[in-house]
Every structure is written in structure tokens, then in C-alpha cells.
């Protein structure tokens, strides 16, 4: 396991974060984003979206708990904020298992669901501007990537 911490000033410094990690990341793997309302978790993953040459735009997906968005490989972006309490299967196993990047905003209300090795990234807000990026790799994989973003 490999832990790291980063700071961003500006909501354009969140981007370009998450776009080296849209750049860096490779299929199947699994990114978890956990952080109170307002973090950055969806503006983190904006960027992830961008480095991985998604042109559309990623919007906050709450109601609708999924949304694919199409880059160099497929883009999951859960959002699992409705989903505390909830133990019936949404097929999400399946498309972890999937070719694509999956970024789960709210993992700790599925915890069923988290894979044994995965980039974890908490984010806290410090000021207005200013977030923390507490990052966890477990597994070589995730650990190489952390080494490539920072
Ligand atoms: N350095 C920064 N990085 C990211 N967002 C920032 C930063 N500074 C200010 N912000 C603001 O913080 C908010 C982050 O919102 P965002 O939707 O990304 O949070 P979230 O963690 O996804 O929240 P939710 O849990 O509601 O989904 C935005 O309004 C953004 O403009
Ligand atoms: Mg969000």
C-alpha cells in the first residue's frame, strides 16, 4: 500500500489532477472518492474525464447513480450517495470487472462492493479554494498509477 497527499488551490488545479489521472489510468481499475458535499468529487472526476478524452460534459450523476461517458475506454462514474442502505445487485460488480474506468463517488455506502486492490482518494476541504487529496493505492497497479499522477 502507497499513501500521498496533494493540494489544490482552484477548481481548474482539481482538473488538471484528475486529468494525469485520466491520462495515467488503465482498463479495469477502480477509483473511490469519498469527501463531505462539495469536496471536489465530481469536479476530480471532470478531469479524470478530460485525461481520458471524454468530450462531454460530466455533470453530478446523484439521481441518476450511473453514467458512461465515452473516452479512450469506457468511464463508470457512480455516484453511490442514494444508495446507503441499499443491498439488492445493480450489476456494478459487472461493470468493474468491464474494460473501462470506474469512479465511485460515496463508496462507503456500498462497502459490499469494494474490490481488494483500488486507488482511494478522501478529499477535505481546508478553505474556499483549498482541498486536500489524501490518496491510498493498494496493489502494484494502483501504486504505479499513484506514482505517475503526483
Ligand atoms: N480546489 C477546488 N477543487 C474542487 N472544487 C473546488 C475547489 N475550490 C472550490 N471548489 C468548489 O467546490 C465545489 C465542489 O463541488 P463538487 O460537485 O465537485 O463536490 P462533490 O464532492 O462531488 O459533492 P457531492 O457530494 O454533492 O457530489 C464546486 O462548487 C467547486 O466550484
Ligand atoms: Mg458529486
Request: proline share 3%; net charge negative; aromatic share 8%.
Amino acid at each position: 500500500m502507497k499513501k500521498s497527499t496533494a493540494y489544490t488551490e482552484s477548481v481548474e488545479q482539481t482538473h488538471q489532477l484528475g486529468e494525469r489521472i485520466g491520462k495515467a489510468a488503465e482498463g479495469n481499475m477502480v477509483l473511490l472518492l469519498s469527501g463531505d458535499l462539495g469536496a471536489g468529487k465530481t469536479t476530480l472526476t471532470q478531469g479524470i474525464a478530460k485525461g481520458l478524452g471524454v468530450k462531454r460534459n460530466v455533470t453530478s450523476p446523484t439521481f441518476t447513480i450511473l453514467k458512461i461517458y465515452r473516452g479512450r475506454m469506457p468511464l463508470y462514474h457512480i455516484d453511490a450517495y442514494r444508495l446507503e442502505g441499499v443491498t439488492q445487485d445493480l450489476g456494478f460488480e459487472e461493470l468493474m470487472e468491464d474494460d473501462g474506468l470506474t469512479v465511485i463517488e460515496w463508496s462507503q455506502f456500498i462497502p459490499e462492493l469494494i474490490p481488494d486492490e483500488y486507488l482511494s482518494v478522501s478529499i477535505r476541504l481546508k478553505d474556499e479554494d483549498q482541498r486536500e487529496f489524501e490518496f491510498e493505492a493498494v496493489g502494484e497497479r494502483y501504486e504505479k498509477l499513484l506514482e505517475a499522477i503526483l
